[in-house]
């Protein structure tokens, strides 16, 4: 079945560590995304690749950190620069082939801090 | 910048209801918008995606349209069930990545 993977899907953090959230999707995207949801809030873009080695900045980018050496994989990193990085990290993808194509997003991470 | 606002932010209707749910952005240069369902601590769903130039999508008991030029669409669903609670999300995509609006949490009580 082709979709996307997110693990794990519950996570802790200790004061000063860095953790890193896994996304793997096999749809054959171009495009991957990382949001951070708060409860009774919105989805907020952390990054966003659109291709192979390259990577952008969204919205709430600081104390993150991301990766994009293969088409399938967008690893995020919470470093200990994020202070608050209690929240639900959903990632996505979607093809980039003309415009408005729909995103599917993983199950989610939820991470917590000890 | 692209402001997504969704109202009401909770709604709680009998079984069998047609209900109604609202979202309204700032920036009408769209290309597409899309409604999502989120379900208690779960990823998102795409219900149904309306392209710029279209004015309505359907989809079994769901319909939803796009008035561009006012920045609004709704999500209509049909008789509703307790199977359809859960929290609906719209988004809209432009030249940046999809913006959401922060979801109307739908109880369907039986």
């Known amino acids: 079945d082709g979709g996307i993977t997110q693990s794990p899907k519950y996570l802790f953090r200790k004061e000063g560590q860095n953790v890193t959230l896994s996304c793997e999707q096999n749809?054959?995207?171009?495009?991957m995304y990382w949001y951070r949801q708060d409860p009774g809030q919105g989805l907020r873009l952390i990054y966003y690749?659109?291709?192979?080695?390259?990577?952008q900045k969204g919205d709430i980018a600081e104390g993150y950190s991301v990766s994009r050496e293969k088409k399938e994989s967008f690893p995020l990193t919470v470093t200990s620069a994020q202070k608050n990085p209690t929240a639900f990290y959903l990632c996505?993808?979607?093809?980039?082939?003309?415009?408005?194509?729909?995103?599917?997003f993983g199950a989610g991470t939820r991470l917590s801090v000890l | 910048k692209q402001e997504v606002t969704q109202i009401p932010a909770a709604l709680s209707v009998p079984e069998g209801e047609n209900l109604v749910l609202n979202c309204s952005f700032t920036?009408?240069?769209?290309?597409?918008l899309q409604w999502f369902r989120q379900d208690p601590g779960k990823g998102l769903t795409s219900l149904l995606l309306?392209?710029?130039?279209?004015r309505e999508q359907t989809s079994g008991r769901l319909n939803a349209s796009l008035d561009k030029s006012s920045g609004r669409s709704t999500l209509y669903i049909a008789a509703s069930q307790p199977g359809d609670s859960a929290t609906y999300l719209c988004?809209?995509?432009?030249?940046?990545?999809?913006?959401f609006g922060k979801g109307t949490r739908l109880s369907v009580i039986a």
């Open positions: 996505a993808s979607t093809s980039i082939e003309g415009q408005g194509n729909i995103q599917y």
């Open positions: 749809l054959n995207h171009d495009a």
């Open positions: 690749s659109q291709i192979v080695n390259d990577f």
């Open positions: 920036d009408s240069a769209i290309y597409n």
């Open positions: 309306i392209q710029s130039s279209q």
């Open positions: 988004a809209v995509s432009g030249n940046t990545p999809l913006v």
